[in-house]
């Protein structure tokens, strides 16, 4: 089994910056593409920013400029630095990863439990 844990949540300021970390646990024996995604109340879950596994990205157009999405390979951690933060960003975030964890079976995505973002004066 693969677990991902999410953490850096809270309440912030608009303007405001926040870094989320998700750390990747368990029988893993490599991890492909790395992402978050945020829902919003209401709305449905969409793509915030990816990392493949060589450290290629990819972002939604309205945090181009204002996140920044790394990853740690040798802590199978990924990350989001969320800075000049708007009230739009208020979503709970969620991350995923693209794991193998055996060399002879294929990619199967995992799901964090997601944390709770709140852009707000």
């Known amino acids: 089994q693969v677990q991902l844990v999410e953490s850096g949540g809270g309440l912030v300021q608009p303007g405001g910056s926040l870094r989320l970390s998700c750390a990747a646990s368990g029988s893993i024996f490599r991890i492909n593409a790395m992402g978050w995604y945020r829902q919003a109340p209401g709305k449905q879950r969409e793509l915030v920013a990816s990392i493949t596994s060589d450290g290629s990205t990819n972002s939604e157009d309205s945090v181009k400029g204002r996140f920044t999405i790394s990853r740690d390979n040798a802590k199978n951690t990924v990350y989001l630095q969320m800075n000049s933060l708007k009230p739009e960003d208020t979503a709970v975030y969620y991350c995923?990863?693209?794991?193998?964890?055996?060399?002879?079976?294929?990619?199967?995505?995992?799901w964090g439990q997601g944390t709770q973002v709140t852009v707000s004066s």
């Open positions: 995923n990863a693209a794991v193998k964890t055996v060399w002879s079976t294929p990619y199967k995505t995992y």
